[in-house]
């Protein structure tokens, strides 16, 4: 996993770019954190046992040096983890997703970004979309409860 | 042992599915409709090869663990925990009986698509049976025209670069690109357990368990782990088999379904990573099916469907099949 770092007035937005697996050092890759932290997570596809273990241990360390942090753009990948295991978020604010959507003409796969402040306001539905490479009806592909689990609890 | 299954449900798609099943397998089917009934079978000193069950709540578990704790001791040793099949509708944390029980050796969660599921299945109900092993990915694919890839691993840090080649030769087949990211986790947790959790000393010690899973160990002799991917117009499919044969049915248990105990699971900085890896791994779809000979070989092998859709592929029916020789 790789992160670019860049500074937006009182606030340290991290995007973070690769597979997040083995013992990660986050701590190292973002380094000292002045103000509020942001992880734009939209580069990660997938999340292994060890990265979990290594997300956790690191945003338990700030969030117990009173860090404020959040989430955006949060790949399925990371929403998968949030939604199935109860402290990843570790407290921090998950502000947008992105939503897996297929197309029902040419099955190409995209992502939808969504605030999770509007989606809670719908009820977690979320409306089909244009497929960007066909043009043709993209609908959400996964399944509903346990996508959006993480929403009912927060 | 007769040669027969037994299926003890009143379900229609259960019977079309094992039946189905026991076809590839190659053994007739007896249905029965009731725990009694199955008595009566037992009774007559029939030892199926298999039994498939719909135990749906915790009464009628209860009520079979008496029927079988009724029989002869010979009987509840042939009957291990290897041959008994549990069909459940609920997700496994719904069934806490199931998991504390002695008998959860093979779960298959029903779906919608249950009853195409059987042949499959049939494949998977034949290894259980067989003696050498599973040799399932020889089944599965080499013989339909599929396709297997094998990787030998020369040193633990190889275990990224496989991984990546494993993800872009399911794209490039035309598996979902997500189904391929999920399929890319399970090979590395697969060689993670291989690799880091599998060698043992002579006293039955973990030897690597708390070293740091970056660590670059040359995986020679008895560490050597191989993995074979493969996959054919309805299935793909890892496996890895390591040679140490450590592998124990209680922590399997403890690690891959107690974690289903909660709703959501709630992880301490503590926890090892296997044991969650391999539960991600199942709870996104993904089948397992465990084989170990006690001190030579364990394989584990996942299975994934190929579908058009994600959430064509999340409402496959799934199986956690364990057996221990």
Same mark, same amino acid.
């Given at each position: 996993m790789k992160i670019k770092k860049e500074q937006d007035g009182g606030r340290l937005i991290a995007h973070l770019q690769?597979?997040l697996?083995?013992?990660f050092d986050f701590e190292r890759a973002i380094g000292p954190v002045k103000g509020d932290l942001v992880l734009a997570c939209?580069g990660?596809?997938?999340?292994?046992?060890?990265?979990?273990?290594a997300w956790i241990q690191y945003f338990e360390s700030l969030k117990k040096k009173g860090t404020h942090f959040s989430f955006i753009e949060c790949?399925? *990948?990371?929403?998968?983890?949030?939604? *199935?295991?109860?402290?990843?978020a570790c407290g921090g604010n998950v502000i947008s997703?992105?939503?897996?959507?297929?197309?029902?003409?040419?099955?190409?796969?995209?992502?939808?970004?969504?605030?999770?402040?509007?989606?809670?306001?719908?009820?977690?539905?979320?409306?089909?979309? *244009?497929?960007?490479?066909?043009?043709?009806?993209?609908?959400?592909?996964?399944?509903?409860?346990?996508?959006? *689990?993480?929403?009912?609890?927060? | 042992?007769?040669?027969? =299954?037994?299926?003890?449900?009143?379900?229609?798609?259960?019977?079309?599915?094992?039946?189905?099943?026991?076809?590839?397998?190659?053994?007739? =089917?007896?249905? =029965?409709?009731?725990?009694?009934?199955?008595?009566?079978?037992?009774?007559?000193?029939?030892?199926?090869? /298999?039994?498939?069950?719909?135990?749906? &709540?915790?009464?009628?578990?209860?009520?079979?663990?008496?029927?079988?704790?009724?029989?002869?001791?010979?009987?509840?040793?042939?009957?291990?925990?290897?041959?008994?099949?549990?069909?459940?509708? #609920?997700?496994?944390?719904?069934?806490?009986? $199931?998991?504390?029980?002695?008998?959860?050796?093979?779960?298959?969660?029903?779906?919608?698509?249950?009853?195409?599921?059987?042949?499959?299945?049939?494949?998977? $109900?034949?290894?259980?049976?067989? #003696?050498?092993?599973?040799?399932?990915?020889?089944?599965?694919?080499?013989?339909?025209?599929?396709?297997?890839?094998?990787?030998?691993?020369?040193?633990?840090?190889?275990?990224?670069?496989?991984?990546?080649?494993?993800?872009? $030769?399911?794209?490039?087949?035309?598996?979902?690109?997500?189904?391929?990211?999920?399929?890319?986790?399970?090979?590395? &947790?697969?060689?993670?357990?291989?690799?880091?959790?599998?060698? =043992?000393?002579?006293?039955?010690?973990?030897?690597?368990?708390?070293?740091?899973?970056?660590?670059?160990?040359?995986?020679?002799?008895?560490?050597?782990?191989?993995?074979?991917?493969?996959?054919?117009?309805?299935?793909?499919?890892?496996?890895?088999?390591?040679?140490?044969?450590?592998? &124990?049915?209680?922590?399997?248990?403890?690690?891959?379904?107690?974690?289903?105990?909660?709703?959501?699971?709630?992880?301490?900085?503590?926890?090892?990573?296997?044991?969650?890896?391999?539960?991600?791994?199942?709870?996104?779809?993904?089948?397992?099916?465990?084989?170990?000979?006690?001190?030579?070989?364990?394989?584990?092998?996942?299975?994934?469907?190929? /579908?058009?859709?994600?959430?064509?592929?999340?409402?496959?029916?799934?199986?956690?099949?364990? #057996?221990?020789?």
């Amino acid at each position: 996993m790789k992160i670019k770092k860049e500074q937006d007035g009182g606030r340290l937005i991290a995007h973070l770019q690769g597979p997040l697996e083995n013992s990660f050092d986050f701590e190292r890759a973002i380094g000292p954190v002045k103000g509020d932290l942001v992880l734009a997570c939209s580069g990660v596809p997938r999340i292994n046992s060890e990265g979990v273990k290594a997300w956790i241990q690191y945003f338990e360390s700030l969030k117990k040096k009173g860090t404020h942090f959040s989430f955006i753009e949060c790949s399925p *990948a990371v929403v998968q983890q949030i939604s *199935a295991i109860s402290n990843f978020a570790c407290g921090g604010n998950v502000i947008s997703i992105q939503v897996p959507y297929v197309c029902t003409k040419c099955r190409h796969e995209s992502v939808v970004l969504f605030e999770t402040a509007d989606l809670k306001k719908s009820g977690n539905s979320v409306p089909d979309a *244009a497929c960007p490479k066909c043009g043709g009806q993209s609908v959400f592909d996964d399944i509903e409860e346990e996508f959006f *689990a993480f929403l009912k609890r927060s | 042992m007769k040669d027969f =299954v037994l299926l003890i449900s009143k379900t229609p798609e259960d019977r079309t599915f094992v039946e189905r099943a026991a076809q590839i397998a190659g053994i007739p =089917v007896r249905v =029965v409709d009731s725990i009694e009934s199955a008595g009566k079978v037992f009774q007559a000193g029939e030892i199926p090869q /298999a039994v498939f069950l719909d135990l749906p &709540e915790e009464r009628s578990y209860r009520e079979f663990d008496q029927l079988v704790n009724a029989q002869s001791r010979q009987f509840q040793e042939a009957l291990l925990s290897d041959r008994l099949h549990f069909l459940i509708s #609920q997700n496994i944390d719904e069934c806490p009986y $199931l998991i504390a029980g002695p008998y959860a050796g093979n779960i298959l969660k029903r779906s919608r698509a249950l009853e195409h599921g059987g042949e499959h299945y049939g494949r998977i $109900l034949q290894g259980t049976l067989s #003696q050498r092993g599973p040799e399932l990915l020889g089944t599965e694919f080499k013989n339909r025209g599929g396709v297997t890839r094998e990787f030998v691993l020369g040193r633990t840090i190889e275990k990224q670069s496989a991984i990546e080649k494993v993800r872009d $030769l399911f794209v490039e087949h035309g598996f979902l690109g997500r189904v391929a990211e999920v399929i890319a986790t399970a090979a590395d &947790e697969l060689l993670m357990n291989a690799m880091f959790d599998a060698p =043992v000393d002579g006293a039955g010690h973990q030897i690597y368990s708390k070293v740091d899973r970056s660590t670059d160990l040359q995986l020679v002799g008895r560490h050597a782990v191989k993995m074979v991917v493969g996959f054919d117009g309805a299935y793909g499919a890892v496996s890895v088999v390591d040679s140490f044969g450590s592998l &124990e049915r209680t922590k399997l248990l403890k690690h891959v379904l107690k974690l289903y105990k909660d709703d959501t699971y709630h992880l301490g900085t503590e926890v090892a990573g296997a044991g969650i890896g391999l539960a991600s791994v199942f709870q996104l779809g993904g089948s397992l099916f465990f084989f170990s000979e006690q001190r030579k070989k364990t394989e584990v092998i996942a299975f994934f469907k190929r /579908a058009e859709t994600f959430r064509e592929y999340r409402g496959h029916f799934r199986f956690l099949t364990m #057996q221990f020789r």
